[in-house]
């Protein structure tokens, strides 16, 4: 097969183009905007106060103060701010070293959590979840203990898309007095941020999910939950994350996030359309596939499937032939072999969970496109069957 | 006194312009190259092949293994990836807590060796300078013990711009067996960083300071070199900074860094000659101020003073209104009020530091500028002299 020449890309979940707004934002901000923002020559405070701007927009849409607001270089560096920050600071205040988390956490919430307690000694339970990657609340409260010090729960699943009960579970955790934290890399350009709805303490953000650039994140940490700074130097961010702001992104990451919440809801209404004629032609057009995740209550833009008989890898570079970018299990580790922690959590088999495929939808994808892939994967699933020898026609 | 229209910029040790050459080189991955270096297909691998290319290129400035160069946020991550990282590895493997540094460090060792030290024991030896700010071998030698496990001294202050005796340095580190960092933020764009004519085994950059974005650095870390991450998740970076890859501003830092040391010799001398301009003729019209730092082993774009009985913050916002950016003490604290800690620590009393003032040069600038300086700082400091109780004619 010859490859296409077009390209469609359905990996939103992995990352997004910069949208133009965005750059045209940034652009200033190298040149000649380019002031240190501490900085006290008119220069530095010109920079200061487009922080300051975008802070103040970022916490409108977080329905929170704009002290509340830390710029991070990424979505993995606020949690690891949320789990190490909080995790030292109530640890070395006598509360405790018990974390709780789910098995269905991106790996900068699960690494994090297996690197502190074969490090340093923290203790880490995991609550379950169900068929459709569901924590229960009921389940939260169980776990705690005396000595739990800080609870994180994925807002959405990065890879099948299912939205979890975080407003439930943060009631559970205020009751108790044990602060919260969500990841809600995934959610940020789709859901709700309102942490007050939300019930939460922090919540993490990353720019590229939502057409910012990569390399530029937000911690959400709500005054008074102690944190101790995982990187110090200067003052910056009031002494929660030293380093000289990198403005141009901070800039960026405000913007992107404010296209993303004024267009909300029309683009997920859109986005949600061609999912939902996406996987009903999936599961229309081809035999033995399961939609992974839960059945409704999932992000917009997400599609995620396991495929019996094949390879996800193998899918992949076949699609990638017929021009359509997509991941199988985690993104972030699609170069991995090893079968996605989180299908294998949902209860799937490690050979069903090998034939994953998540195709996550954006702001520039169409009709077409969908059309496109429903007539090419069909397909790329028969000719991949008919080469493995588990699959008998 | 008018704000002055024109502006002179001599604050390149705070931060640079970008490059309109590193912007051009940066764009295309906003978009439409913005693939992510961790997916499979051909906008990911791409991705992933300017990062490889990108960590060739500082690889080979510093006469390191690819695999030694780790991309991080920023140069402030870097040294907390340094000292954070072989401090707790070795720790953790029984080699002790035991750090020694200089007191003319940059707040983002210093405050992280504070930060060790309250927080988690660790033990901090703060080896002397002299009034140049000079840190001698033989001290180091001297404070190693049998459970020191790193050694972190500044290539070049950068305050003061004196330029350590980091070869030196790095060769008793050696002989004795212990990791020896240093932070060459300052010294990136302008020095040598051959690391093994420097004998270090780790190596702090930011691009910022070299006419790259703000916001992505590098740690150079010898291959062998325990290092516990300090930011977990994805695989990225061998394991050794989880986050997804900046990839315009790693493209961007090695651009810079490319253009830097190509042009270094011709950039330097002319730097230089304008510096030598500037500090004679500082010196020269003005009486009752002080170089600060070495009179000849220093930066070529440093001209720091103490000027007597005046506050530098009130000769910062004078220069400003005369169209000039400058800084005082530490760029990262100037809205502080504390004396720097350099200043104090090369034997300045307090009050004497006070007067601190800070000229960094950069590319842009030319003898215009010097001119300008020294026909509108002398005014600014009688003026000033003139307010002062303490001062008299």
Request: charged share 20%; proline share 5%; net charge negative.
């Amino acid at each position: 097969m010859q490859k296409q020449s077009k390209t469609i890309y359905l990996d939103h979940a992995a990352t997004t183009a910069v949208d133009p707004r965005v750059v045209e934002a940034m652009l200033p901000y190298f040149n000649p905007q380019y002031g240190n923002a501490s900085s006290i020559y008119g220069l530095g405070q010109e920079a200061a106060e487009a922080i300051d701007e975008a802070r103040r927009t970022v916490a409108d849409i977080l329905g929170c103060q704009p002290r509340e607001v830390i710029f991070t270089s990424c979505g993995t560096e606020s949690d690891n701010l949320a789990l190490r920050g909080v995790g030292w600071a109530r640890r070395n205040l006598g509360k405790g070293n018990h974390i709780i988390t789910s098995p269905i956490e991106h790996h900068a919430v699960s690494h994090t959590c297996e690197h502190l307690k074969k490090h340093f000694g923290f203790e880490i339970t995991y609550v379950p979840v169900d068929k459709h990657g569901l924590v229960d609340p009921d389940d939260v409260s169980r776990a705690i203990r005396d000595d739990t010090i800080l609870i994180s729960i994925i807002y959405a699943n990065n890879e099948v898309g299912t939205i979890e009960p975080i407003a439930e579970i943060g009631k559970v955790a205020r009751q108790m007095g044990v602060p919260f934290h969500t990841d809600a890399v995934q959610a940020g350009g789709v859901l709700s941020l309102d942490v007050d709805q939300l019930n939460v303490d922090l919540l993490s953000l990353s720019a590229h999910k939502f057409y910012g650039p990569k390399g530029v994140g937000v911690l959400y940490a709500r005054k008074g939950v102690p944190l101790l700074p995982t990187q110090t130097g200067g003052a910056h961010e009031r002494n929660r994350r030293a380093g000289t702001e990198n403005v141009p992104y901070i800039v960026g990451l405000a913007t992107a996030l404010k296209i993303a919440h004024e267009e909300l809801e029309a683009h997920n209404q859109r986005i949600a359309t061609l999912r939902d004629r996406l996987i009903a032609g999936v599961l229309e057009s081809i035999v033995e596939v399961e939609l992974t995740g839960h059945p409704t209550n999932r992000l917009p833009n997400n599609a995620s499937f396991v495929f019996k008989y094949i390879e996800g890898e193998a899918m992949l570079l076949n699609l990638d032939l017929a021009g359509i970018c997509a991941s199988s299990g985690s993104a972030c580790s699609s170069a991995s072999l090893e079968a996605s922690h989180v299908l294998l959590a949902l209860g799937l088999p490690h050979e069903v969970a090998h034939g994953s495929l998540r195709l996550t939808l954006g702001r520039e994808n169409t009709e077409e496109d969908v059309d496109y892939v429903l007539e090419t994967l069909p397909g790329i699933v028969q000719k991949l069957r008919d080469m493995s020898p588990l699959y008998s026609n």
